[in-house]
């Protein structure tokens, strides 16, 4: 975790990492800003993190429907809802965030600076990252689609 926000050169690399370029890396760089980190009223993740859950519980479903997830299309709804569901929870959005290293990127205040990040700390910069490049993708479903699916496997 950083003290401090990442250089240009370190949100080079997570672009690279995403497979996606920032029209508008102020929104990469809120996305990386955990609430704990306050520096002059700037804003948080948590906004971006809200709207990246929302586009990744539409990212999981498309998944899901397409049969991404080895699925037979008689699939119940209910088993359907399941797989959506733990494609989303902490540890595994967590798993996601540390595979682009946002634990190395996530900012933080100075109470948080000498713990590990938590796996919901490390899901809310995923889901962050994903708002940011739906809004800077002027909300393309592939943009994120294709992030979801290199760091997902599929």
Partial sequence: MLYAPPSDGQLAQLEAALGYQFADRRLLHEALLHPSYFQGGQPNNYRLAWLGDAVLTMVASSEL???????????????????????????????FALELSLDELLVVGRAYFSQAPSDRMLAEAFEAVLGAVWEDSHHSFDAVSAIYQRVAGH
Avoid: M
């Fill in 65 to 95: 429907f397409e049969e991404r997830g080895g699925l037979p299309t008689h699939t119940p709804k209910g088993e359907l809802h399941s797989r959506r569901e733990r494609a989303k929870t902490n540890a595994a959005c967590a798993s």
